[in-house]
């Protein structure tokens, strides 16, 4: 496993320890509606098809914001992921997915709840969700939208699970698509 991968998996698992840190002192569990249930798997493994439709949507798109998305997408893969294994890259996906789930639904989203309401709760952490993957312009309103979703499908699902399998089966599938696609054109 390389250096840059394990910072990456402890970057994103770090996330979800944020999450329950700060959730500690905010009276916030941002695990609270996790729970191993059947229905929330297969909401989450369903939830995955809209997002990959929408990923390759834009990624076959020739728009000019797309041509620059590819660009830094492309850079970031083949730095991160080029030499890395199906392991490696799952458990990366899947820290992504239990990390930034438990720090954006579960405590982001859920404390704006208790304050502001479900709506204001959900556009909220969506635009943060958005604002914190910052690798475009264009990226920030396209992961705000996947925030949207993820948010969504974690209060029509009332299950955590849902948004974090959708999250890290996402990821894997994206990653996989990019890698192979790097390594036909390579």
């Known amino acids: 496993m390389t250096r840059t991968l394990i910072v990456a998996l402890l970057f994103e698992g770090s996330l979800g320890v944020i999450a329950v840190a700060v959730g500690m002192t905010l009276g916030i569990d941002p695990f609270a509606d996790f729970r191993w249930e059947w229905r929330a798997l297969l909401a989450g493994i369903a939830a995955t098809a809209p997002m990959l439709a929408?990923?390759?949507a834009v990624w076959r798109s020739e728009a000019a914001f797309a041509r620059r998305l590819r660009a830094r997408v492309d850079s970031a893969v083949r730095t991160l992921f080029a030499r890395s294994s199906l392991l490696e890259i799952a458990l990366v996906c899947l820290a992504?997915?239990?990390?930034?789930?438990?720090?954006?639904?579960?405590?982001?989203?859920?404390?704006?709840?208790?304050?502001?309401?479900?709506?204001?709760?959900?556009?909220?952490?969506?635009?943060?969700?958005?604002l914190a993957h910052p690798v475009t312009r264009a990226y920030v309103f396209v992961a705000a939208v996947a925030g949207y979703f993820l948010g969504w499908l974690w209060q029509v699902s009332d299950n955590l699970l849902a948004p974090i399998t959708a999250h890290a089966l996402y990821d894997l599938m994206v990653l996989l698509i990019l890698i192979r696609d790097q390594r036909w054109n390579d």
Request: glycine fraction near 24%; proline fraction near 3%; aromatic fraction near 14%.
């Open 54 to 56: 929408g990923f390759l």
């Open 96 to 130: 992504a997915g239990i990390g930034e789930e438990a720090l954006f639904r579960g405590l982001i989203q859920g404390g704006l709840e208790q304050q502001f309401g479900p709506a204001s709760a959900l556009w909220g952490a969506a635009a943060i969700f958005g």
